[in-house]
């Protein structure tokens, strides 16, 4: 791995914007896939009564964690929705205004790894980085066939306008540094990484301020620069160790978990109110109120962006997510999810216009894997899958570094997945 990485525009509008609690909606629309992996199920049937933190889907599927109502009120509807790309139920619950929070809530009782990843489960955690990896899988080693040795925490928020994870460090840095303790101990893992880009001086001297006696924990200041954040970087600049094609970092003795999904664990250690909201940077040049805001899973977009004073008149796309990985939103009535840290709002949005490529290799030197974009999509169109496989096109990681630096404007982090897609089927 070269670990290239590209400057950009970083437009931190927002890192001074303490956290918002937005009011609760007349009503939420909660989808029953909210994380990678198998949707769930619901628990519950049109016209039931429901209250904060109950759970209302669920799964029996290996790589699945459980969906919990965000709002207390009555089901109104179970239909079928597209979420993260794919079919799966959602359900719509009026609100009663009262925040009603349900029986089953309390503490959960953790003393060793088995109680923490049931704990993990029960929480609905997964990794709120935007991936959406089911946090209990990823700590559910087997240590009878890898030794994890490292805990990394990625702090290093390197997209464009997200402040969501830099307002949970600030906010609740109590909460983050006693959730890796909780990881640390229970697991037995000798080192802690907390990786923070340099543009997050305040971050950055308060973390090494609360870790300064313990010599397990090391902050790192990580140079700002995309993709950052992306696993495989972040793993290799904490640690020198190199996570390999079909690897997991795991199989490198790491794990790399995101700076609010720690913080958020340790509140449902203490409190057993699993994950209904979510803190959501709300900006782009359409939003004349840029914020940080707390808010029920299942709000939709459309009463976020109101609530920033967006002109809707004048918006030409809508990302959840940095400008970078983002994903296009058709509908503005689409619901707040687990993994949603932002809401970009864009009035000077302007399509690519492809013109030929021009074999200047910026691509190349941009991609933070070191593949060759060029040939990928040359191998792709020919429909070449062995050729792809030489090409190594699962290393992709998605970033867009090199869509983003073609000067041709070839889309080439799309042609990448649809590759990956195509290698996939062909196997």
Same mark, same amino acid.
């Not at 964690?65 to 597209?82: E, M, N, Q, R």
């Not at 349900?102 to 489960?121: G, H, Q, Y």
């Not at 090409?391 to 867009?400: E, P, R, S």
């Given at each position: 791995?070269?670990?290239? !990485? ?10 001074? !914007? ?5 009011? %609760? ?12 992996? %198998? ?73 060793? =790894? ?41 702090? *290093? ?23 890796? =303790? ?47 954040? *992306? ?74 962006? =109101? ?10 796309? %809508? ?16 619901? %707040? ?28 030197? *941009? ?61």
């Amino acid at each position: 791995m070269s670990l290239n !990485c590209i400057k950009i525009m970083h437009r931190k509008n927002t890192e001074n !914007c303490e956290t918002i609690r937005y009011t %609760v909606p007349e009503t939420v629309l909660i989808p029953m896939s909210q994380h990678m992996g %198998v949707p769930c199920e619901p628990l519950v049937s049109v016209g039931e009564e429901v209250k904060v933190g109950q759970k209302i889907g669920d799964s029996e599927a290996f790589m699945s964690t459980p969906v919990h109502s965000s709002v207390s009120g009555k089901v109104l509807a179970i239909d079928d929705y597209s979420s993260n790309g794919r079919k799966c139920k959602s359900i719509k619950i009026e609100c009663d205004g009262k925040q009603t929070i349900s029986e089953d809530i309390k503490p959960p009782v953790i003393t060793d =790894k088995v109680s923490l990843i049931k704990a993990v489960r029960e929480s609905g955690c997964c990794g709120l980085g935007g991936a959406g990896f089911p946090t209990h899988i990823k700590l559910n080693f087997d240590e009878n066939k890898t030794h994890i040795d490292s805990l990394v925490i990625n702090a *290093a928020e390197c997209e464009p306008y997200i402040t969501s994870d830099y307002r949970e460090m600030i906010e609740n840095p109590d909460d983050v540094l006693s959730g890796i =303790k909780t990881i640390q101990n229970i697991l037995k893992i000798e080192k802690v990484y907390i990786c923070i880009e340099k543009n997050k001086p305040k971050a950055i001297e308060l973390f090494n301020n609360m870790t300064s006696n313990d010599a397990s924990v090391n902050v790192v200041k990580l140079s700002s620069l995309y993709p950052q954040g *992306a696993e495989k970087v972040i793993a290799y600049n904490a640690t020198g160790r190199t996570v390999k094609e079909g690897e997991l970092p795991s199989n490198q003795g790491i794990i790399v978990i995101n700076v609010s999904t720690v913080a958020f664990l340790n509140r449902y250690f203490k409190t057993g109110m699993p994950l209904t909201w979510r803190r959501i940077t709300i900006d782009g040049d359409a939003v004349k109120s840029p914020c940080n805001v707390k808010v029920p899973i299942g709000t939709s977009i459309a009463e976020l962006l =109101k609530f920033a004073k967006c002109d809707e008149d004048k918006v030409k796309k %809508v990302l959840t997510g940095g400008l970078m990985m983002g994903m296009c939103i058709y509908d503005l009535n689409t619901p %707040v999810i687990k993994t949603n840290n932002a809401v970009l709002a864009l009035k000077k949005y302007k399509a690519r216009i492809q013109t030929n490529c021009i074999r200047c290799g910026r691509c190349i030197n *941009a991609c933070p894997a070191g593949l060759m974009p060029t040939e990928l999509e040359k191998a792709y169109q020919q429909r070449d899958a062995e050729r792809l496989n030489a090409l190594k096109v699962n290393l992709c990681m998605n970033c867009g570094s090199c869509s983003y630096v073609c000067p041709a404007k070839r889309d080439l982090a799309e042609t990448n997945q649809l590759a990956k897609m195509f290698v996939s089927e062909n196997r």
